[in-house]
């Protein structure tokens, strides 16, 4: 308490310093003449009644200064002095001032902005309670001893699970869905979710208007109700107060709009933003479906441990391939955290390339301002020798450098800032509409960025102030001193090892521009990839018919052909043909081959219409692909031999598809040769697309179909 | 000076002697201050007027003493300390610590 009271007193005094001073300085003044005027009482000359009492009252310079040092914080106040000095010294020489603020600024700028873009993405903690609790779970193959990745789950594998998880509060399925909405004007496709029981309750968030979904909701035969996103409320509503109880025309039916949601909901960013939300009330078709279709949260129990929930899992899994046991499929039950998924996200290549570019753009700026300040430190040298001839101790003029090179890297830092705020912005602006499918509004500043600048602003000081200033206390001071106006350090050995530096500095900016360039040169091949499929001129459009219209294979073959034809009459369309799923694009359609080799193969497959490979600009090896039907009922596929995967060889294997034949409709053709190697996202999962083409045109899949349109030429506006 | 026949202020007893003063005398100026110890002590101790005030200083921050503007007796403008409730309670405090520490030490003298 009173340690604490004297502290405060002692900051305080920290401002009071000039009254303080002078009160002091008055009352010791006073004190002189009392005694002063006492001696002359006494009878002695004025002379020697000054002397009394300076003898009576003791040191006054000393008392003065035990005074001052009792007042305030002598250590603040001598960095305080420093900190002075050194602004005073950065607005004498303004020119390298503003270059060194300047070079700081880029560097602490692009790192701040790489920073903040990767914080707002990835590492913002998720706004809801307790956020560590929150975990996705989901079925991975098992390739050899590598686990996949996540993949969807069965809904009735996802029932078993609350059945017998004991370690989660909640588990709750959900499936990311595009609704069609058609409020009167051109329909539109919204993003959005079908969601069990519980979604909302499971990840704490409260509906800033009317309700969540009730039991009722769930239950079948109920009123089809929808909870909307604040953003799609305020965007496609205006945010009217009065929408709850009104109906929305969704998928073609009318469903009553029963709450609004607050804010973007983040753990949708793994799956792409949700913009409304329905019950997820399974059809029997989804519950006897045979492959993984819903996706799964679930929030641990207060002070249950990931990895237990893992292990409670993998008996769960165990326990369950034993009452079902199916060869085909080999399946191990993942958990991840939530918050660890979204940050996993930020080991993608591209990000880790761009960090370490912008480590180099820093690493880069820190050695040029280095090497300034080495000149000047040189320069300085006779101001040095003039301190440490008036005593001042090495520690002390190192510590002065440093406190300098601090004030330029703090006012770099701060100019980075606004650097990195413009660069947000503008990124913002570009990518805002992208990001808003992903939950996210756009970049921001926040206190975390503010302190990641800072600690940078603080690490490049030492970075590049330490070298200067241990070089620059470092003065022969008669030297320097008998040399005059010269200001230069003497002494041959001292300026060669000054040299050594600017070359060992200059050398190492060199290398360092040369890897930043590198760096920022696989960026930009990253972009540029050559994936095997011409990107110019190309079009996509996805459409997808309303099951309740579309009720029959028949019905929506009709409209998909009638798609195709209309697509093709655009203008400026040469070329348009259907696909499952886009090239490059790594869906879930994918094969696993069974045969002698002992590790599974999984090959990717494409489902496309006649003039696909016209459509996409696909080149085919040895010219026309050679189709040749093979019959559905057989579930034997021909694996021809290719270039890519040796150890497939030309032996037959029995294909496992990602979908179920029956859903696909045969008959279908596989073609003997593959096309140009299409890559699929990353390296790892470099399988060959076969490529695969129904007889009787495009048939109804587990999915939407895709359009792939090839502009002409010349109508290229951009 | 001989040695012995003036006693250095022992530490942390000045700050004991102010408090008294203060309170017997009411406010009183740094030079009052200084006076009144020479008075007491009747010139046996060895007091450099001047370290009465970062002792005052310290008093202050601690919250014990308070001190404003005022006139001398012959109307000359000087600064007045005075004793808070606080330093009314640091006071007792001391002077049973003092007599405490003084009791032992005259016993040890005593027993030898």
């Known amino acids: 308490m009173n340690v604490l009271r004297v502290f405060l007193n002692r900051v305080s005094g920290l401002w009071t310093?000039?009254?303080?001073?002078?009160?002091?300085?008055?009352?010791?003044?006073?004190?002189?003449?009392?005694?002063?005027?006492?001696?002359?009482?006494?009878?002695?000359?004025?002379?020697?009644?000054?002397?009394?009492?300076?003898?009576?009252?003791?040191?006054?310079?000393?008392?003065?200064?035990?005074?001052?040092?009792?007042?305030?914080?002598?250590?603040?106040?001598?960095?305080?002095?420093?900190?002075?000095h050194a602004f005073r010294g950065m607005l004498r020489v303004p020119g390298f001032t503003l270059l060194v603020v300047a070079v700081l600024a880029v560097g602490i700028g692009a790192s701040t902005t790489v920073f903040s873009i990767l914080n707002t993405l990835f590492y913002k903690p998720l706004a809801y309670p307790h956020p560590e609790q929150l975990v996705m779970m989901g079925e991975a193959y098992t390739r050899g001893q590598k686990e996949g990745p996540m993949a969807p789950v069965r809904y009735r594998d996802y029932e078993e699970w609350q059945r017998q998880a004991q370690s989660f509060d909640r588990i709750v399925a959900y499936r990311p869905q595009g609704f069609i909405v058609n409020s009167g004007g051109e329909p539109e496709r919204v993003r959005g979710e079908r969601v069990a029981r519980g979604y909302f309750e499971l990840l704490g968030v409260r509906p800033m208007l009317g309700r969540g979904f009730s039991a009722g909701d769930h239950s079948r035969g109920g009123q089809p109700v929808v909870v909307l996103s604040e953003e799609y409320w305020r965007g496609a509503l205006g945010g009217r107060a009065d929408v709850i109880g009104q109906t929305l025309r969704l998928d073609g039916s009318a469903v009553t709009i029963v709450g609004v949601m607050p804010g973007p909901l983040r753990a949708t960013l793994i799956e792409g933003g949700a913009r409304m939300w329905t019950p997820l009330i399974p059809t029997t078709a989804e519950l006897a479906y045979d492959k993984g279709s819903v996706s799964v949260l679930a929030r641990l129990k207060p002070g249950v441990a990931l990895a237990s929930a893992r292990s409670e899992m993998a008996v769960v899994s165990q326990r369950l391939a034993g009452e079902h046991p199916d060869p085909d499929r080999d399946f191990t039950i993942r958990v991840d955290g939530l918050q660890a998924t979204l940050a996993a996200a930020a080991s993608a290549p591209v990000a880790k390339v761009l960090i370490m570019a912008v480590v180099c753009l820093l690493l880069i700026s820190c050695v040029n301002v280095s090497s300034l300040l080495l000149g000047r430190a040189t320069e300085r040298s006779k101001e040095v020798a003039l301190r440490i001839a008036m005593g001042a101790d090495r520690w002390r003029l190192v510590r002065q450098f440093l406190t300098e090179s601090l004030a330029f890297a703090l006012a770099g830092g701060a100019a980075g800032v606004g650097l990195a705020y413009l660069a947000i912005g503008w990124c913002s602006a570009r990518m805002g509409p992208l990001m808003a499918n992903d939950g996210v509004d756009g970049f921001e500043i926040d206190g975390r960025v503010l302190g990641f600048a800072l600690i940078v602003s603080v690490a490049t000081a030492v970075v590049f102030g330490i070298l200067p200033s241990l070089r620059g206390s470092r003065v022969d001071v008669s030297g320097t001193l008998k040399e005059g106006g010269r200001g230069h350090s003497g002494g041959s050995r001292r300026q060669r090892l000054t040299g050594m530096l600017v070359m060992v500095e200059v050398a190492l900016s060199v290398v360092l521009v040369a890897s930043g360039g590198l760096l920022l040169y696989s960026i930009r091949q990253f972009w540029r990839f050559d994936w095997g499929v011409p990107l110019d001129h190309r079009l996509t459009m996805q459409a997808t018919p309303i099951e309740r219209t579309y009720d029959t294979d028949g019905k929506r073959r009709v409209f998909?052909?009638?798609?195709?034809?209309?697509?093709?009459?655009?203008?400026?369309?040469?070329?348009?043909?259907?696909v499952n799923s886009m090239p490059i694009h790594t869906g879930a359609h994918s094969m696993q081959a069974k045969g002698a080799a002992a590790e599974p193969a999984f090959a990717g497959y494409r489902v496309v219409s006649p003039g696909y490979y016209e459509a996409a600009g696909l080149g085919l090896r040895g010219g026309v692909p050679s189709l040749s039907p093979i019959p559905a009922t057989a579930r034997r596929w021909r694996w021809s031999a290719n270039r890519w995967q040796p150890s497939c060889g030309r032996a037959r294997r029995r294909l496992a598809p990602g979908c179920r034949w029956t859903a696909l409709g045969g008959p279908w053709w596989a073609s003997r040769r593959t096309c140009r190697r299409v890559w699929s996202g990353r390296r790892s999962t470099r399988s060959p697309f076969r490529i695969c083409r129904s007889a009787r045109g495009p048939c109804v899949c587990c999915c939407a179909w895709r359009a792939i349109l090839r502009r002409r030429r010349r109508l290229c506006g951009r | 000076m001989k040695e012995g026949s003036k006693a250095d202020v022992l530490q942390g007893t000045l700050d004991l002697m102010v408090l008294k003063i203060l309170a017997t005398m009411g406010p009183l100026h740094g030079y009052g201050i200084a006076q009144r110890v020479q008075q007491v002590s009747e010139n046996m101790l060895q007091l450099n007027q001047g370290t009465l005030y970062p002792a005052l200083l310290r008093l202050e921050q601690r919250g014990w003493i308070d001190s404003e503007w005022g006139r001398s007796d012959n109307n000359r403008r000087a600064r007045y300390y005075s004793l808070t409730a606080a330093g009314q309670e640091q006071l007792a405090v001391e002077a049973e610590n003092w007599e405490r520490m003084a009791g032992v030490i005259t016993r040890l003298l005593q027993g030898t």
């Open chain 1, 17 to 84: 310093k000039r009254r303080m001073e002078a009160r002091m300085q008055e009352e010791l003044h006073c004190h002189l003449e009392m005694l002063e005027q006492e001696a002359r009482q006494r009878g002695e000359s004025p002379e020697e009644a000054r002397y009394a009492a300076l003898r009576e009252f003791g040191g006054v310079e000393q008392t003065k200064e035990i005074c001052r040092e009792t007042r305030g914080l002598p250590a603040v106040e001598a960095v305080l002095l420093d900190v002075r």
């Open chain 1, 560 to 578: 998909y052909n009638q798609l195709l034809a209309r697509a093709r009459e655009l203008p400026g369309v040469e070329a348009a043909a259907l």
